[in-house]
Structures are given as C-alpha cells and as structure tokens.
C-alpha cells in the first residue's frame, strides 16, 4: 500500500490542531524548576539603580526592601 503525501491544507489542518493542543494543555507554559538569575548585584551601588516597590505605596500593608548580603 501506497503512503500518499498529504496537500497543504491538510498540512496546516494538522499544524493548527497541534498548536490548538499545545494552548489547551498550557505546553510550554512551565519552564523547568531550576532558579534563573535575573539580576547581578556586585555591589550596593548596583542596588542603588532599582526602584523597589509594594502595595504600602498605594496604602496597603506590606513592605519591601532589597539589600545585598554577603555569600
């Protein structure tokens, strides 16, 4: 039996019905649990570039800070 080559509307009928499947499973969505480093931090003056924020500065409670600490 002869395997026959599918014609390009079948072939985007099947990337979208696997893109479709991968949004409804959420692939792609959860990376692997291993910690990624964002930001470097040498010194205090490289802190000193970064605004630090929370909801105290629209009134609510909770506070923040950010500070360097010797490993």
Not at 9 to 15: A, I, K, P, T, W
Not at 51 to 69: F, H, K, Q
């Amino acid at each position: 039996m002869k395997s026959r080559t599918p014609g390009a509307e079948e072939v985007l009928s099947m990337v979208a019905r696997d893109a479709t499947n991968k949004v409804v499973r959420m692939e792609g969505l959860y990376q692997s649990g291993a910690p990624k480093v964002l930001f470097t931090y040498r010194s205090s003056e490289d802190i000193k570039q970064h605004v630090v924020g929370c909801d105290a500065d629209i009134g609510g409670r909770s506070t923040t800070r950010l500070d360097l600490s010797p490993d």
